[in-house]
């Protein structure tokens, strides 16, 4: 192998190890992206539950006063379901993204 078939060779062997390391990348790009949008769901489900709970309540079960709203208490439900659904969702689409990569 002469110097010029050598060079060509090293420069396939850098852009192959290149390619894959931009294909790593890009993989813990949306990995990363993904465990922002889940952490994202579940601070602002946990940020809405704490609008509507007072300080005194901590630690106790999730109980309608007689002083509490009607509506507070029903969105605070709604808002919770609602989140937790996207994060089980997140959680699911990224697990099978995990499993199609593994196969």
Not at 5 to 21: R, S, V, W
Not at 33 to 61: C, N, P
Request: hydrophobic share 40%; aromatic share 6%.
């Amino acid at each position: 192998m002469n110097r010029t078939e050598k060079k060509i060779a090293l420069n396939k062997q850098i852009n192959d190890f290149t390619d894959d390391l931009k294909e790593k990348a890009s993989d813990f790009k949306l990995l990363g992206k993904d465990a922002l949008i889940i952490g994202g769901i579940i601070t602002a489900g946990f940020a809405l539950s704490r609008l509507f709970v007072d300080d005194e309540e901590q630690g106790s079960e999730e109980k309608i006063e007689p002083g509490d709203s009607i509506f507070a208490s029903a969105f605070r439900g709604a808002a919770t379901s609602v989140l937790l659904a996207l994060a089980k969702q997140k959680l699911t689409d990224y697990l099978e993204s995990m499993n199609e990569e593994n196969e």
